[in-house]
Nanobody, 124 residues
Framework: QVQLVESGGGLVQAGATLRLSCADSGRTFGRNGAAWFRQAPGKEREFVAGISWSGVRTSYADSVKGRFTISRDNAKNTVYLQMNSLKPEDTAVYYC??????WGTGTEDEYAYWGQGTQVTVSS
């Protein structure tokens, strides 16, 4: 059974930096695409960033382009989200997910496994 465990969330001030990590216990991580999604209070879950199985392809939501960077280390079965220049509107629960396609797109239906989420709160 695949288990994804996120870490690295917290309470920070606007302009600060956080790095989220997501460790995957599965055996196929190196063949799965991965992504980060987030859900703010009262809002639907939204795509933040995705990365293909090889790490070559990445994609980002317009709201985080230039500030967030997704990366992965297949030797450690871990995907990361480096978040710079954080804004109050980045406040949300952040979820990592892995897919079956290998591409790490923004299509939520492609993601088979999800973590429990980690809270990120950015104060102004």
């Amino acid at each position: 059974q695949v288990q994804l465990v996120e870490s690295g969330g917290g309470l920070v001030q606007a302009g600060a930096t956080l790095r989220l990590s997501c460790a995957d216990s599965g055996r196929t991580f190196g063949r799965n695409g991965a992504a980060w999604f987030r859900q703010a209070p009262g809002k639907e879950r939204e795509f933040v960033a995705g990365i293909s199985w090889s790490g070559v392809r990445t994609s980002y939501a317009d709201s985080v382009k230039g500030r967030f960077t997704i990366s992965r280390d297949n030797a450690k079965n871990t995907v990361y989200l480096q978040m710079n220049s954080l804004k109050p509107e980045d406040t949300a629960v952040y979820y990592c997910a892995t897919d079956r396609t290998g591409w790490g797109t923004g299509t939520e239906d492609e993601y088979a496994y999800w973590g429990q989420g980690t809270q990120v709160t950015v104060s102004s």
